[in-house]
């Protein structure tokens, strides 16, 4: 019988001025779909500016748990080759521990002609579907067959190139046919594609592989199958959304914070949506430079595809608009559960007023108190954090380990900048 989970709690004591300089990971979204890729080739592949974060670890050990080799996990800069792939069934217990397992799929049908794939993990797992993923492998010839589990097969000769219309413009599933084309005979098109900056980066990443590209970071994107890649050397750019919390914590709690390695123009989405809420900030490119300054309540926040406002902010923005003068509508049409804080800010003293799954109007400003919080999922961890570096009194954050999958070196980076903030020991779960 395996001993039962152990769970960090970060234990915050409100009301502490925070100044300083922080700098972000590389991206998280783009770390992922680039480690699934590098299993298009035989040769070695080179990641820098790597995030050392838990869903990094937990993809770089289902990568060698497939036969890849796999140097600098846990550092900045990490090395793979997968010159001898041995099975096209990623490890079931560590699929279940991540999200991003889902990207296997593709690289496994171009190199092995099949993926046996169990139901992956991660923040809340059944909120986003495969649908879109299969529906564009199956255009290039893959079939599901019966069973329990997800077993996909390509054709025996091959994945063959197609016009794909995505019904959603889905990161993941976007992704998914990005890798999956570079295998097909002939030149694959994909419509309603996804335009984030880390979907750009994943095709720079296989331009470099020698694969020819068109249309990156546009609706519509074009491969050029490429039957045998070679090795390619990418640095990511820096995380947005990492980027964009640090923001909002340094307007809620800042004297002035100085937040390093994200690009300008990843930011703006963000930015602009934190400057009409007053939050007093100057952006070039070394630097976001956040101040303390009154916050005033706007008519409607709304997340949209990129480059709209992300719904990985939601939940973060919802803490700063509690703490602005008057009322913000915030509208998250994308994902009801990225909501799932609201209980927890009302129970800490927040004015809320949810509307439908969706749709929440916050009234401020609120004066917030500690509590005990629920990390449940990284953003809605995030932002009890910041809501608990502003609040009244001691609070209590866990599981720690949720919230770190997506924020490295979190009570390291939280100290640097004078926040009150300790680990307290391991409990036992149950």
Known sequence: MSPPARSTTLLVEGGRRLEGRVRVEGNKNAALPLLAAALLTDQWCELDNVPAIRDVTAMGEVLTGLGAEVEGLGGARVRIRAADLRSDEPDPDQVARLRGSVLLAAPLLVRRGRVRLAESGGDFPNRRSFAVHLAALEAMGVRELPGRERILEAPTEGLRAASIYLEEASVTGTETAVIAAVGARGVTEIRHAACEPHVVQLCDFLSRMGVGIEGAGTP??????????????????????????????????????????????????????????????????????????PLTAIRKVATAPWPGFPSDMVSLVTVLAASA??????????????????????????????????????????PLRGGNLDARDIRSGMALIAAALTARGVSRVSPLEVV?????????????????VELAAPAEAG
Request: proline share 5%; charged share 20%.
């Open 220 to 293: 519509t994107i074009r491969v050029h199958g490429n039957p045998s890649p070679g090795g390619a050397s990418l640095r990511l750019a820096g995380d947005f959304v990492e980027a964009g919390s640090w923001a909002v914590i340094a307007a809620l709690n800042g004297g002035a914070v100085d937040i390093r390695g994200a690009r300008p123009t990843d930011l703006e989405p963000i930015t602009t949506i934190l400057a009409r809420l007053g939050v007093c900030l100057r952006m070039d490119d070394r630097s976001l430079r956040v101040e303390s300054s």
């Open 325 to 366: 003068s008057g009322a913000t509508l915030i509208h998250d049409w994308m994902y009801e559960l990225r909501l799932f804080a609201l209980e927890q800010l009302s129970s800490m003293g927040a004015n809320l007023f949810l509307c439908d799954p969706h749709r929440v109007i916050v009234s401020g400003p609120a």
């Open 404 to 420: 770190q999958r997506g924020y490295a070196r979190l009570p390291e980076k939280l100290q640097a900048l004078g926040a009150a």
